[in-house]
């Protein structure tokens, strides 16, 4: 384990890494001792941060949804990040790669919370009941550290779950519309169909994600409040992105797609 003021540190170069754009050493190789609660911890404080700079925590994510990602990344579980306002990018407007990384995309389902909801205890029916809606999303996913070989699931949490930023549809459904287990999607890049899968690749379910975080985020003592906007996992592997690049994600049963571009 870390003390506070090493965790400090790497909240310090994971800040100076934004301004030099400039990718950091994995927080793993540059403090040995690091463990998971550091990684969390190291997230929590940098989040904290940019809220006392004016921003706004908007929604979660949760990766590492499926089994094949978790033994890549040496876990057992899911991981989680929190997203502020500025991650959230709108549809269909061009987005300049320098903005990132190393960016990748991928295709989910984001949840849309109607009434605060805190683990533990939270089984899925709680995560229904407290849903307003769902909505076709893609994120993308960035690289603060550097990608090189032992970078792992520690330096996976503390570069905010490589969140680079969440681009949402606007076309809202219901659970009680849709068979959530069920729902298909496809991924196309420049006008040609890259990718498709469905959502059951995340945890058997969507809503197992959310109930896993709501009961996660609970042993941080956080919980999710109305407005929060829970993005779920994708259900396909990540695809690079370069400058000219436009996709397009479409999902069946009434979700409709999203699309977004880069420049």
Excluded: H
């Amino acid at each position: 384990m870390l003390d506070q003021a090493t965790r400090e540190k790497v909240v310090d170069a994971l800040f100076d890494t934004y301004r030099s754009r400039t990718p950091m050493p994995l927080p793993t190789k540059t403090w040995p001792g690091i463990e998971v609660e550091d990684a969390y911890r190291i997230q929590q404080t940098f989040i904290a941060r940019k809220v006392a700079e004016g921003g706004k925590v908007k929604g979660y994510k949760v990766g590492l949804t499926s089994k094949p990602m978790q033994e890549f990344s040496g876990t057992n579980e899911p991981d989680f990040s929190a997203v502020t306002d500025d991650f959230f990018l709108p549809e269909s407007t061009p987005i300049p790669m320098s903005r990132f990384f190393a960016p990748m995309i991928e295709m989910e389902i984001a949840f849309v919370m109607k009434e605060p909801l805190k683990g533990p205890g939270v089984l899925p029916v709680d995560v229904i009941r407290a849903t307003d809606f769902v909505l076709p999303a893609i994120e993308i996913v960035d690289f603060r550290v550097q990608r090189e070989p032992g970078l792992n699931v520690i330096d996976n949490i503390a570069d905010l779950a490589f969140c680079g930023a969440v681009v949402l549809g606007a076309n809202p459904r219901r659970l009680d519309q849709i068979d959530i287990r069920r729902v298909q999607g496809a991924l196309y890049k420049n006008g040609n169909k890259e990718l498709e899968g469905e959502a059951s690749a995340v945890l058997g379910n969507p809503v197992t994600a959310v109930a896993w975080l709501a009961n996660k985020l609970g042993e941080f003592g956080t919980s999710f409040q109305p407005g929060d906007t829970i993005l779920t996992g994708s259900f396909i592997r990540v695809l690079p992105v370069a400058a000219g690049d436009e996709f397009v994600c479409r999902f069946d049963q009434g979700l409709g797609e999203v699309a977004t571009s880069f420049e």
